[in-house]
């Protein structure tokens, strides 16, 4: 039955890839085959040196894993962009489903998947926050639970893409607090970025969980920028 109505809507409303604009079939997924095959993959060693950059001196955050490395006008940016600004949630989801096929070879333990939150009133502006649909892919491939409400994003920041790294952890400090003690405490919490740039962001969060009693912070994202 599910069948039938898909391919209505499909006469109706076509669905374009993001990446190269080719019309869609029913079947296929929100992104075509050669689009998702031509973004660029962080491998182990960027991902190491990464790490090594950006989290291993604070000890805040145990590990983490971007699956893409983010370049300028390439396919990944209008994935990320029509997901944002053009509502294609679907791509959000698989996104995710993507991310958690990277993470499932990892053998971490996670016992709750966190999305860093966007401020309330940004979210009231745009109406979602992009990294909510990511963690729902997640979530579902990885069956660990989600939750959007045990962060928040107490201060409004302004964009990060102009501000140097110093710039960035400041615009952030204090920028977050727990909204739920009693699901962090204890536990291993994988906090989900669309792009990570600095990790100032996903510092901070780490931050406000270990002093919320959070067992370990692990971070992951669909893709991380190269500086
Ligand atoms: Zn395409």
Known sequence: ????????????LPRFCPGCNKKLSTQEKPVCGDCISSI??????RLQYE??????SERMIENFYSKYVFETDKTLQHIIHALKYQRQFKLGILLGEI????????????????????????????????????TKG????????????????????ESQTKLNP?????????????????????????LVDDVITTGATILECGKVMVSAGANSVYACSVAIVEQ
């Open 1 to 12: 039955m599910k069948f039938i109505p898909s391919l209505i809507f499909d006469f109706f």
């Open 138 to 157: 997640l979530s579902k491939s990885l069956k660990i639970p989600y939750s959007t409400k045990s962060i928040k994003r107490i201060r409004y920041t």
């Open 166 to 190: 110093d710039q960035r952890a400041n615009n952030v400090a204090d920028a977050f607090k727990v909204g739920e003690k009693k699901k962090i405490r204890g536990k291993n919490i994988l």
């Open 51 to 56: 790490f090594d950059r950006k989290f291993r």
């Open 99 to 134: 991310l958690a096929e990277g993470i499932n070879l990892l053998n971490w333990e996670i016992d709750l998947i966190i999305p860093i939150p966007i401020h309330h009133l940004k979210k009231a502006e745009r109406g979602f926050n992009q990294s909510d649909f990511i």
């Open 40 to 45: 660029l993959i962080a491998d182990e060693d």
